[in-house]
């Protein structure tokens, strides 16, 4: 599966954006997917999650409450809608893809579980 990011930009503090990640093919409904962040001299890091069915959703601590990741299978996209923004939150921003479910192993919190990736939008915001 390739996968294209978009809706990247720079905002000020408080402000929202969505990020859109869309995915080729027919068999986007059978993988799960997930959003990374990768921030100038850090390493890549989980932000969220969403199973093949988009029933469950995992987030990071530090957007808990502010972003919402959601699918459309009819589409092949995937969501990233990020509310009341802040500095430390500019990164790259990459979408992931894994045919392996979401589980309570955990695993989908680390890059190495995903075999899909984008080539990234930049979020930056301003202070």
């Known amino acids: 599966v390739q996968l294209v990011e978009s809706g990247g930009g720079l905002v000020q503090a408080g402000g929202s954006l969505r990020l859109s990640c869309a995915a080729s093919g027919r068999t986007f409904s059978t993988y799960a997917m997930a959003w990374f962040r990768q921030a100038p001299g850090k390493e890549r890091q989980f932000v969220a999650a969403i199973s093949r069915g988009g029933s469950s959703t995992y987030y990071t601590d530090s957007v808990k409450g502010r972003f919402a990741i959601s699918r459309d299978n009819a589409k092949n996209t995937v969501y990233l809608q990020m509310n009341s923004l802040k500095p430390e939150d500019t990164a790259v921003y990459y979408c992931?893809?894994?045919?392996?479910?979401?589980?309570?192993?955990?695993?989908?919190?680390?890059?190495?579980?995903?075999?899909?990736w984008g080539q990234g939008t930049q979020v930056t915001v301003s202070s």
């Open positions: 992931a893809a894994d045919r392996d479910e979401l589980s309570r192993s955990g695993s989908f919190y680390y890059t190495s579980h995903y075999a899909y």
